[in-house]
């Protein structure tokens, strides 16, 4: 159902467990509070979900290393050649305020890139997955190949009621007439795999736990993502990056990242 991998239905299973165990906990206003580290808040659920998703992970296979932002031993020194990296809630502060766009993910990394991928939206109960050359699935379903989307065409996706900042740039300079908000990064690149949105853009550090598993998903239906610069994330050295561009259409991404480049 959600690709030939070994690892690819346990890993669906496990973020769907712990995509649960976030909408349960959400009722209590304890696992919602928490403290401002930099520019991102983090809450009580984001740890209470990196032990739950760790747990089952290495309940998988040992051998196999969990990389998660909510341990920061885990980002230190060299990869592994091979690792989960997760992020057990992407989109806190959707989930902390009430609202639907937040996400539990996976990816198993093998050397510099995804293999597979399971992104679960508790408040939607949707799980998109993708193995690497198998395609991508929506609740066990096949995603079709995404249908070409020339700048200006389709839907600009962002997580405000409107389109603000680079967005708006984007939006008016390439002609966009229409505008989804959405909720997490994660969750707004499997919009634009599934078909509902065909472009993303964002000027803001973003980590390769936020990106690896949806890059995946959206690479397997003929979308594409890269940095704001037009780079691909390679997933090595540091976990951070300046922005990115994802779009239903490689050409669109392209262009968006030559425009802004210049």
């Not at 165990?21 to 928490?34: F, I, K, M, T």
């Not at 008016?172 to 229409?178: S, T």
């Not at 936020?210 to 397997?220: F, G, T």
């Amino acid at each position: 159902m959600s690709g030939r991998h070994p690892l690819s239905e346990a890993v669906a299973a496990a973020v769907t467990e712990v995509g649960s165990l976030l909408r349960d906990w959400r009722e209590d206003p304890s696992v919602r509070s928490g403290v401002w580290e930099g520019s991102q808040f983090k809450a009580e659920a984001d740890a209470m979900a990196h032990r739950a998703l760790s747990r089952r992970l290495t309940a998988i296979d040992a051998q196999i290393p969990v990389v998660s932002e909510e341990d920061p031993d885990s980002l230190s020194g060299p990869r592994p050649p091979r690792y989960w990296l997760i992020d057990p809630i992407d989109g806190t502060a959707s989930y902390v305020h009430g609202f639907d766009g937040y996400v539990t993910q996976a990816a198993l990394m093998i050397g510099e890139r995804p293999e597979v991928a399971a992104v679960f939206a508790p408040h939607h109960q949707v799980l998109y997955t993708a193995v690497r050359g198998q395609g991508a699935h929506r609740d066990g379903i096949a995603l079709p190949l995404l249908a070409p989307s020339p700048p200006g065409q389709g839907v600009l996706t962002d997580n405000t009621s409107e389109p603000t900042g680079i967005a708006r740039r984007v939006y008016d300079h390439f002609g966009y007439g229409e505008y989804l908000e959405s909720g997490s990064i994660s969750l707004k690149l499997c919009r634009i795999a599934e078909g509902v949105a065909h472009l993303f853009v964002k000027d803001v550090p973003v980590r390769d736990w936020d990106v690896a598993a949806p890059a995946l998903i959206l690479s397997e239906v003929g979308g594409h993502l890269t940095r704001l610069d037009g780079a691909p994330f390679t997933y090595r050295g540091t976990y951070e990056h300046t922005g990115l561009v994802g779009a239903a259409d490689p050409v669109t991404c392209r262009s968006v990242s030559h425009w802004l480049r210049s």
